[in-house]
């Protein structure tokens, strides 16, 4: 194994928040601390983390950051030359829209460089909507899945409820899936149409804000249930067969 270079500046994993309250309220102090000692970050949208690193550190110099964009318009050629600042000698912090870094977020592929070239890598704590909807789930938490996105397409998402279904059946696993927001409520209304009355399923919405609603029923049972609607919220499914 190659020896990392001394002086090397390392990647550090900042999570953010999972939408629009005060960030000391569920991030440590240790990401205060972390943002205010690292200039150099690779984002998502400029706008969005200029705003949070204000946020979180009020006096810290907009001028002095110097930001890299990535989403899914960056050439993958472009992206090891993110991490030329750490290969410069300078701490390099990854910042997410929501959440934690590499978890369902581009970060992801920064990351595989960064061990490429064999730069430290830092994960800092923070909210993970994954695991925090899987925690309040009463759902299997020794074995479990995350799909990521469902197919769009009717007859396949069709199928791939059902396959999920069959695979948290046959072995007892959780099965964790997402849904861009404003289609949730189609979602939803598919699942308690295609799943099997005993099957459970958990709706995590607008997890850790002011209006969080995390939900675990039967299908049977949501069925006889009043749901608030879940347009345009976060929202984490959880089904187990």
């Not at 005060?22 to 984002?43: F, T």
């Not at 979180?56 to 030359?81: A, C, D, F, M, W």
């Not at 009463?138 to 396949?156: H, R, T, V």
């Amino acid at each position: 194994m190659a020896n990392r270079i001394e002086n090397q500046g390392k990647l550090y994993l900042i999570p953010t928040t999972l939408g629009d309250n005060e960030p000391l309220e569920v991030l440590p102090i240790s990401i205060k601390q972390a943002i205010e000692q690292i200039d150099h970050y690779i984002v998502e949208n400029e706008k969005t983390a200029r705003r949070f690193i204000k946020k979180i550190s009020p006096r810290k110099s907009q001028p002095g950051l110097h930001l890299s964009v990535l989403n899914k318009y960056t050439e993958p050629q472009e992206i090891p030359t993110f991490l030329q600042s750490c290969l410069d000698g300078f701490n390099t912090g990854i910042l997410s829209e929501a959440g934690c870094p590499g978890i369902a977020d581009p970060g992801a592929d920064v990351v595989k460089i960064a061990h490429d070239k064999n730069i430290q890598v830092v994960p800092l704590v923070g909210p993970s909507s994954i695991v925090l909807a899987l925690m309040a789930s009463g759902m299997n938490g020794q074995s479990f899945a995350f799909n990521g996105y469902l197919p769009i397409d009717g007859p396949e998402r069709k199928s791939a409820i059902k396959r999920l279904e069959k695979l948290s059946k046959d072995y007892g696993q959780s099965q964790l899936f997402i849904e861009t927001p404003y289609r949730n409520d189609k979602l939803f209304a598919e699942l308690l149409k295609t799943l099997h009355p005993n099957t459970r399923i958990c709706v995590a919405c607008d997890v850790t804000l002011p209006t969080e609603y995390i939900l675990t029923k039967t299908i049977a049972d949501w069925k006889r249930t009043k749901v608030e609607s879940l347009h345009k919220r976060p929202a984490i499914f959880i089904i187990q067969g």
